[in-house]
C-alpha cells in the first residue's frame, strides 16, 4: 500500500525528506556524538550514535501507543521529566570542563568502555521530553489514523527514522573522528574545542529549561 495526501501524492518522498533535515539538523545527540569522535575516536563514536539512536526509541514507542499525550497534558510528567534532563545536561557540561566522563579532549586520558559511551547518548535523548512531544505531532502527519494499517505504517516510518538516525550520526561522529588527530597536535585548539562544547551542553540545557509541553 502506498500512502497518500488527500491530493493524491505519495508523503512517502516528504516523510523521508522530512526525517533527514530534522536528523541532520544539530541537537544534543549530534553534538554529543560530535564530541566523542573527536576525543575518542571512530569506535567511540560509533557507541555514541547507537546509544542516542537507541534513546529515541521509548519516545517513538510512546507516541504510536499514546502515551506522549499524557505527557504532553501531564505538567507534573513534563516538568519531573525535564528537570532530570536539564541535570544530565548540566552534569555534561561540568564533566567536560573537567576533563572526565565521555567527552574528553585529553590525549592521556583513560580508555572509556564502549557500553558506557552508548549508556551517556541512550539517557541523553530519552530524558529529553521534546521529544516525545516531537514524535507525538510528527509521525500522524504521515500515518493518520484514519489510514488503512496506520499503525503498521507508523512502525514502518519509525524504523526508517531510527535507521536514518543511526547513518547521518555515524557519518558525524567518523567525520569527527578523522580530525582528532591533527587537533591533539594543537593543545591550544583543544582546549577552545572544550570549553566550546561545555558550553554547548549549557546552552541545550538552557534551551530544555524553557521547553513547554
Do not use: D
Not at 128 to 155: D, G, R, V, Y
Request: proline share 6%; hydrophobic share 60%; glycine share 8%.
Amino acid at each position: 500500500m502506498t500512502l497518500r495526501a488527500e491530493e493524491g501524492s505519495p508523503l512517502w518522498i516528504e516523510f523521508l525528506v522530512t526525517s533527514f533535515v530534522v536528523v541532520v539538523a544539530p541537537g544534543t545527540g549530534v553534538i554529543y556524538t560530535v564530541g566523542v569522535g573527536l576525543s575518542r575516536g571512530a569506535m567511540a563514536s560509533l557507541a555514541a550514535a547507537f546509544g542516542c539512536t537507541c534513546g529515541i526509541l521509548p519516545h517513538m514507542a510512546a507516541a504510536i501507543a499514546g502515551l506522549a499525550a499524557l505527557l504532553h497534558t501531564s505538567a507534573l510528567a513534563f516538568q519531573t521529566l525535564k528537570l532530570a534532563g536539564i541535570a544530565y545536561l548540566l552534569y555534561l557540561a561540568w564533566a567536560i570542563w573537567r576533563e572526565e566522563g565521555p567527552i574528553q579532549f585529553n590525549a592521556e586520558a583513560p580508555p572509556k568502555p564502549l557500553p558506557a559511551i552508548a549508556i551517556t547518548g541512550f539517557l541523553i535523548n530519552i530524558l529529553n521530553p521534546k521529544l516525545s512531544i516531537f514524535f507525538l505531532a510528527f509521525l500522524p502527519q504521515f500515518a493518520p489514523a484514519a489510514a488503512e494499517n496506520s499503525l503498521t505504517l507508523m512502525i514502518g516510518m519509525s524504523a526508517i527514522f531510527m535507521a536514518m538516525t543511526f547513518c547521518v550520526f555515524v557519518l558525524y561522529g567518523v567525520f569527527a573522528a578523522k580530525a582528532r588527530a591533527h587537533l591533539f597536535e594543537r593543545p591550544r585548539v583543544l582546549t577552545w574545542i572544550k570549553h566550546g562544547f561545555a558550553a554547548a551542553f549549557l546552552v541545550l540545557a538552557a534551551r530544555l529549561a524553557f521547553a513547554r509541553a
